[in-house]
């Protein structure tokens, strides 16, 4: 009996046949879970190239960007059922001083150190490349080598920044947040927003650009303005990125701007000559950070795939936002293009309800993982951060599958 059910299984792997949807979520960070911390944000999620899973995000002891907060990090080797106990990614020694910009914003205690937007590469030689900053002032390079279970002493890298100078004065600076890329060249991008610090919370008005290293990360360097903040661009911040078939890199950016839309630029080095930026009409921007990944696995015979998250909270069938309610951070949705982004004809709710922040991943056995912020109420973080696990045929309704 058992080998005539391995017959039937291996028929129905050679002939493609989808296998049956499914969708489970599991709350990896919950208010209450540690009393030592209110709110769980920011999350991030990759997978290494021996398959393990790192998902991450700020724990913040009372509540702001500019509050007591450490990164926390978990680790699956089990494509995302079970995880590890949460551990702080990184810590840098010596006294740490408060960027004075943010003591320009109300209730900020001087005496509180932000580690803050940390951003994860799994490199192909199974190196993950660490990124995070201090106080939104300082960066800092990190790597592991065993999957994430220890990380080299950080090194300070943010004189990388200074080259930004020439072209936009920042006082504040941030990376990512979530995942970022190495290109096929092996190049690895970051991208990064950049702020003079004068507006609200101190981290308006902003630029977003990228930084990259071609010596994996031993070196980094600036590349050039990708957004700048005009009266049609307003404040672009929160970046995301993906390499496209064709070799180059597409940014996908958060923004303040009254088309509600996000906003795309690309560049074929992922540095410099970046494209116009303009307005993806499919893709809703309540002011939230979004993730963006290709699905690729040895199954996917070679069709090209990307998958976007974000809260498409779009009330009006006609595209036009509500007033009121354009930008509720609520119904997180995951996209699909099969044209290199060109078209979005897929998209699926997640969470109905209020959900924030997200990062989108996809393991080597092909599950797609979206790890978001949940709650019960509205707000800009939920009581939790979510992992959905699903795969491509739930998303897709049966209609696709990897081996399509």
Known sequence: ??????????????????????????????????????????????????????????????????????????????????????????????????????????????????????????????????????????????????????????????????????????????????????????????????????????HRPSVTATIYSDDAGKTWHAGEIAVPCTDEWINPNETVAVELADGRVMLNVRSESKAHRRIVVTSKDGATHWSTPKFDDALIEPICMAGIVRYSTEASGGKNRILFSNPHNLDRADGKAEPGKSRDRNNVSVKLSTDEAQTWPVSKTIEPGPSMYSDIAVTHAGTILCFYGSGTKPGFAGGALTLARFNLEWLTDGKDSPKQ
């Open 1 to 202: 009996m058992k080998s005539h059910l391995f017959l039937l299984f291996s028929l129905l792997t050679i002939t493609g046949t989808a296998a049956e949807p499914f969708i489970e979520k599991q709350d990896l960070f919950k208010v209450g879970d540690d009393s030592a911390y209110k709110i769980y944000h920011i999350p991030g999620i990759v997978v290494t190239a021996k398959g393990t899973v790192l998902a991450w995000c700020e724990a913040r002891k009372k509540g702001g960007d500019w509050d007591d907060i450490r990164v926390l990090l978990r680790r699956s080797t089990d494509d995302g059922r079970t995880w590890s106990a949460p551990k702080i990614l990184a810590t840098v020694a010596g006294p740490i001083t408060k960027n004075p910009f943010s003591l320009r914003v109300k209730n900020v205690d001087p005496n509180d150190v932000t580690y803050n937007n940390p951003v994860l590469i799994a490199d192909r030689d199974g190196t993950v490349h660490g990124l995070f900053c201090i106080e939104y002032m300082r960066c800092f390079y990190t790597r592991s080598t065993d999957d994430g279970v220890t990380w080299s002493t950080p090194v300070e890298i943010t004189a990388t920044f200074e080259t930004f100078r020439k072209s936009y004065d920042w006082k504040v600076l941030a990376t990512g947040p979530d995942h970022s890329i190495q290109l096929r060249t092996g190049r690895l991008v970051v991208p990064v927003w950049l702020s003079t610090g004068t507006g609200g919370n101190a």
